[in-house]
């Protein structure tokens, strides 16, 4: 006979952020390659769209696979992909088996997220609902263009301060179980991202 107990569990998990050196340097490469593929996305779509995810499985675009590439391969997104690999492994130094040989945390996947000013609407550009990023990890934002006006990240489990307001340069890495959610954009600007998920092999 199978018997069944309702629980009710708390989230819990820490989360790391920090500045990466060369932000400004490298925003421009990284922001052109996002706007570029949204304008290309654009032509896929019968009204403009504010909000783009640039390799995601929602939006995947017209070429897919050609940035899934330029994600893994061009030296501007791997610097930003190895310096979240770097922090996490500098913040979480015990993490079970991550000494040996091959258990290394890894990227599973990553994208772009572009948000844009809506200054022809009276609307704003929707925002994300709660969601979480399990089974990966961790789950990783890094701001490619942002600024304190921007929409911030909110963990709206979080029973302390639940808002992490976003700048350019910013990495923020949370667990992969922690819901997380993005207000609507009513930044005049354009808000750059890059977001992905880290695993690990045990």
């Known amino acids: 006979m199978i018997q069944t107990v309702t629980k009710q ?20 490469e990284l922001s052109k390659i996002i706007l570029e593929y949204d304008e290309a996305e654009q032509q896929y779509h019968k ?22 590439r330029v994600f893994e391969e061009n030296e501007h997104f791997k610097a930003i992909t190895d310096f979240v690999l770097k922090t996490i492994k500098e913040a979480v130094p015990l993490f079970p088996n991550m000494d040996k040989v091959n258990n290394d945390p890894f990227i599973l996947d990553c994208w772009g997220v572009l948000y844009k000013p809506n200054t022809s609407k009276e609307t704003w550009t929707l925002g994300l609902e709660p969601h979480y990023h ?21 963990f709206p489990n979080c029973k302390d301060a639940n808002i992490h307001t976003p700048k350019t340069g910013l990495l923020i890495i949370f667990p992969g179980w922690i819901a997380h959610a993005v207000p609507p954009h009513k930044c005049k600007h354009n808000r750059i991202s890059i977001a992905g998920n880290i695993a690990v092999n045990l």
């Open 9 to 28: 569990f708390q989230e819990s998990g820490e989360v790391f952020t920090t500045d990466y050196p060369d932000a400004e340097l490298i925003k421009p």
């Open 47 to 68: 009204d403009p769209t504010q909000t783009t995810f640039v390799n995601s499985a929602k939006h995947t675009g017209p070429i897919p696979s050609l940035f899934r």
């Open 134 to 154: 399990w089974p990966a990890t961790w789950a990783f934002t890094y701001y490619v263009d942002a600024c304190n006006e921007c929409s911030p990240i909110v």
